[in-house]
Structures are given as C-alpha cells and as structure tokens.
C-alpha cells in the first residue's frame, strides 16, 4: 500500500477544496469536478439526500494512511496501559471519563463540574437517579466495560437518548421533551451566536426514521472500514438532528460506542477533548457539508473527523508516555526516602498516593486505601503518619471524606 508522508493527510484536506468554492472560482469548472467525483470509481453514494443533492464521499487512499496512523498509535496505547500499574490506568481512564462527560456537556452549553460528575461515579451502585446527569454517567461506565449498546433500529436510537440525556433534558427544557412516537414532530434549527439559522434539522418524523434506517444499514457494512463508517454516521445523524436537544451528546456517545469496537477504551472516551481541542474546524466540517452548493460530497467531513480520531490517539500517547516516564522517576525518588523506602509496607502505600496524584489529579480517600492494600483504618493511618513525617502528604476533605496523595513538588525538592 502506498502511504504518503506524515503531513500529506492533513496536506489533501487543506487542498480538498469543497464544490461550494469550486463553484465561486471563476478557474474551476465546478459541474464538471462534480460530475468527475460522483462518478469516480472510488465514489460511495448513500441513499440520502443532503440539502437536496444524492450523498456520496471518496475513498481516497490517503484515507487508509490514515487510519493505519490511528491503529498504529492505538497499540502504542495498549502497549504502555500494559506497562503502567493496574490501579494507575483505571484512575486514568476514570479521571478522562470524568473530564469527558463534563466537555460533552459543555459542548452543548450545558454546565457540568467535575466535582459532581465524579461524585456521581463514585456513588454509581447507588442507582440514585434524581441527579440529571446519573443517565450520561451510566452509560459512559458501561461503555468503558465493553458492555454492548445495541444500534440496530431506530428504537435503540431513542433507547439510548432516553438512558444517556432525557431526564437531563427534561429538567432543564421540558418543552425540548420529544413529543413524537420517537423522534421528535416538529422542525428544530441550528442557531449561530448571532440568532442566524445555520441548519435546519430533517423535518417529519417519518422521514427522520426513515433518514435513520439508512445511516444505521450504512453503519452495518463491513466492506467499508469501521472509522470511515463511524465519521460518515456522525455527520449524518447530526444532519438529521432527530431531537430537539441533547443530538451533540448522543452522537459523540455513539460514536464512541462504535470506536470501542476496534480501539482501546481510552480511545472512545477521549473523543469529546479532541472535538473540543479542534471545535471550529468541527463545526466547519458540518458546515461545509450541509451547503447546497457542496452538492451532497460528505468527504470534508470524513477527512476533518479522522484528522480528529487521531489528534485523540496521538494525544494519550503522548500523556501515557509522559506519565510512564515521571512515574518512574517519582518512585526512584521515594526509595531514598529513608522514612519511607525502610518499610516496605509504607513504600507500597506511598506508591499508591504517588500513582492517585498522578493519574485521578484528586487522590484517594482512605477506605479506598483500606480496600486496595485489605488493611484496617488504624493501620492505613498509622503507615500515612510515616509518610506525612517525612512531610510528603497531602490532604484535601472533598464531600464527606479526605483524599489523600503525594506532594510531588515537595518529593522533587527532596531529590535536589
């Protein structure tokens, strides 16, 4: 297979230009470039039609660098959560599903802290559905454990607005409430921070169900691969828009759903940053592609939305390295701590705040301590008194409990 340099990918989505600037360049002859890619060999088209025109994207071959880039760094991921503690990735992976409900969320202009985002997982078995964001909560953690969410009918669809924002919804706009069998019945628009109209959401709720069939039997074909498959769909049931609100935070959920069929967990959660981190040139790509003048060529989109799958990839790569490389260094730097590295138990509770400081950001509370090492509270307390002589602790009361950690700036001064 051929595979162009680093930068071509990104290169042939700079040069990619759209048919509505075709059709505004006196240079180009825009029908004819139409003409030349509907019907080129490497042409999808998609029984849908997109502000009037026949939807179609092109398989470029730059595509496949691509995503061979994407699954690349997908197994540097695996690699280095194999490498890394246990406990460490599961604080890391909780920690970004954190951060991840809170930026779908704000994408959407709806306000969620990380204080009560985490204080909702913490409390997950609970079951307490009076918090309007227990549903999104819930369905990230499932994802996160591989459970299957089912995307077979339009049904599922629903089924998954109802668990993922509903009561969310319902809370804070009840006149946003889906009123139709399962979609919603009447039109809903798209509004630039100016009041202007940017898209108009597929009217009728038949042609919505009927919209949604399509994008759902596209999603089945395997000849197709599952990335293409994955940003084709997210730009469709944006398009359709089958809610009158909450579609944001659906979509970029089933998307990661459907990442997590083929990368690693921290891949499908990590989407919403990276959307976050390159937001104008996402809200472009959806603009570029809704035009008339574009005439139905979903490829910008495709292009922009595997350019931000892999931002996502390279970017745990780079954090996970990082955080592998100064765990290291922080644990060398904890074994000449006398106070602490001449009782191996104390070590391996101070081991245990150092990986809580680097990877949750908020510590551990002490009946975690207690459950992780299977010691009583006396003992947990009498080994953190080691570590807080050799003035290494740190305490913050969050809730009803103190969470503890390293104080990795007084564990660096100490090395110096």
Do not use: W
């Not at 503690?85 to 809170?102: C, N, S, W, Y």
């Amino acid at each position: 297979m051929f595979l162009p340099k680093p930068n071509e990918t990104e290169s042939f989505y700079m040069s990619y230009i759209t048919l509505k600037k075709a059709f505004y360049n006196p240079n180009i002859d825009a029908n004819a470039l139409y003409k030349d890619r509907f019907g080129a060999s490497n042409a999808i088209h998609l029984d849908i039609s997109i502000s009037g025109n026949p939807a179609f994207f092109i398989l470029e071959e730059s595509l496949y660098a691509h995503m061979l880039r994407i699954t690349q760094a997908d197994k540097k991921i695996l690699s280095l959560t194999l490498q890394l503690p246990g406990k460490a990735i599961q604080q890391f992976t909780e920690r970004t599903l954190i951060d991840e409900i809170v930026l779908t969320n704000n994408i959407e202009g709806v306000n969620s802290s990380r204080r009560e985002i985490e204080n909702i997982l913490k409390n997950l078995e609970k079951r307490d559905k009076r918090n309007r964001f227990f549903g999104i909560v819930n369905k990230y953690v499932l994802l996160t454990q591989k459970v299957e969410t089912p995307l077979n009918t339009p049904k599922d669809i629903r089924a998954i607005y109802d668990d993922l924002v509903l009561d969310e919804v319902v809370s804070s706009k009840k006149n946003n409430t889906p009123d139709g069998k399962l979609f919603r019945k009447n039109s809903t628009s798209i509004y630039n921070a100016a009041g202007q109209e940017i898209h108009r959401g597929i009217d009728g709720e038949q042609k919505i169900e009927n919209y949604l069939l399509q994008t759902l039997g596209f999603l089945k074909n395997s000849s197709i691969e599952l990335p293409i498959r994955v940003a084709i769909a997210h730009y469709l049931i944006g398009y359709i828009h089958p809610f009158y609100d909450g579609n944001g935070r659906l979509n970029r959920f089933i998307s990661s759903a459907l990442l997590l069929k083929e990368y690693e967990p921290l891949v499908g959660i990590r989407l919403s940053y990276a959307i976050t981190q390159s937001i104008d040139k996402y809200y472009k790509g959806f603009d570029a592609c809704n035009d008339v003048l574009n005439r139905g060529d979903l490829t910008p989109f495709l292009f922009m939305f595997l350019g931000i799958i892999k931002e996502a990839v390279d970017d745990i790569v780079k954090v996970l390295t990082e955080k592998r490389d100064l765990l290291e260094l922080n644990r060398q730097r904890l074994e000449r701590v006398d106070d602490i590295s001449n009782d191996r138990h104390v070590l391996e509770l101070a081991d245990l705040l150092l990986q809580a400081r680097m990877f949750s950001g908020t510590g551990v509370t002490i009946s975690e301590l207690m459950d992780i090492c299977d010691i009583s509270r006396p003992t947990a307390m009498k080994r953190l008194e080691r570590i807080n002589a050799a003035r290494l602790l740190q305490r913050e009361r969050m809730g009803r409990e103190a969470h503890v950690q390293i104080d990795l700036d007084a564990l660096a001064n100490m090395a110096r």
